[in-house]
């Protein structure tokens, strides 16, 4: 039996594959990566290697064993057609008798489109019968303090999320609450709805960045066509950037806003709060 996790060497799949390293002998974690030199670091403290690609599903063909517990993170590949690159995972998952398939979602509340695709592949997930867990990861602090240049330059946050509240959490935290679900029992057939301890504003988010620099930051909401049009003035391509745009129209309607605290329950300790990640982006 192996735990696999797929986009191994992607930003999620990193911290999950070094926090099973603390948990598991490295034999026992087979990472799923496109580019084996990319993970030449976890091959040489024995975590097992395997090349496959979502848009190649012959690659997946004998990857799984009966009894793995499997991690499949969602793809990125927006134009790519995303429900039917994890149904490729799932049907090779479903064709070895996998114990256990553990996938990475979005909040059940959020109707943005970027949610379709998360939809479509749940829905395939509990059509297949395949012992699932749904992890629904709401937004991660890194998608705001790893893109804090333009931020500090202009002295400016700009959004088109109004006066929403994200509960965001660091990308640690979630890949701990996958780690729990993979490494623990009891967990089939469970949907868990993940975000941070604490849900913040934008207009709180500019006040931390103000007290930590020493600049004043102000909060400038805009409307979603001015930020799509923003966004895609930054080099962005028009339909992600409208994707993106989208997310903060859900926000101001709060449905990136999770009350669950499923996340604080399965790693066992709390979520890391949006200022130590804020301290941890102005270090580096």
Same mark, same amino acid.
């Given at each position: 039996? =192996? ?15 070094? @926090? ?7 034999? !026992? ?12 670091? #976890?091959?040489?403290?024995?975590? @097992? ?10 690659? #997946?063909?004998?990857? *799984? ?8 993170? =969602?793809?990125?590949? *927006? ?5 039917? !690159? ?17 996938? $990475? =979602? ?52 700009? !959004? ?41 504003? *934008? ?8 007290? !930590? ?7 400038? /909401? ?41 996340? =604080?329950?399965? $790693?066992?300790? /709390? ?11 102005? $270090?580096?």
């Amino acid at each position: 039996m =192996s735990i696999v996790v797929t986009g191994a060497t992607g930003h999620l799949g990193r911290h999950v594959v070094e @926090q099973l390293l603390e948990k598991v002998p490295a034999d !026992q974690i087979t990472a799923v990566v496109r580019n084996a030199e990319k993970a030449a670091d #976890f091959a040489a403290r024995g975590v @097992q290697i395997a090349l496959a690609d979502y848009n190649a599903p012959a690659s #997946f063909d004998t990857l *799984f064993s009966a009894g793995d517990k499997v991690l499949l993170i =969602s793809g990125n590949e *927006f134009d790519k057609g995303r429900v039917q !690159q994890h149904k490729v995972v799932l049907d090779a998952a479903k064709a070895a008798g996998v114990a256990l398939l553990a996938y $990475t =979602s979005a909040p059940g509340t959020l109707t943005a489109a970027l949610a379709d695709d998360h939809r479509g592949t749940e829905e395939a997930i509990l059509e297949s019968g395949v012992p699932y867990v749904l992890l629904r990861n709401s937004w991660y602090h890194e998608n705001y303090t790893e893109n804090l240049a333009p931020v500090l330059e202009h002295g400016a946050v700009v !959004q088109a999320a109004g006066e929403g509240r994200v509960s965001s959490a660091a990308r640690a935290d979630y890949a701990a609450a996958a780690v729990a679900v993979l490494t623990g029992e009891g967990h089939e057939n469970t949907t868990y709805e993940l975000g941070g301890d604490e849900a913040w504003s *934008f207009a709180e988010y500019a006040a931390e960045l103000s007290r !930590q620099t020493g600049k004043e930051i102000v909060y400038n /909401p805009v409307s979603v066509e001015a930020y799509t049009g923003i966004l895609t003035g930054a080099g962005l391509p028009e339909p992600l950037a409208a994707i993106l745009a989208g997310v903060d129209a859900s926000i101001e309607k709060g449905e990136l806003e999770v009350r669950t605290g499923d996340l =604080s329950r399965l $790693t066992g300790r /709390p979520t890391t709060p949006l200022a130590e990640a804020i301290k941890a982006a102005l $270090t580096d």
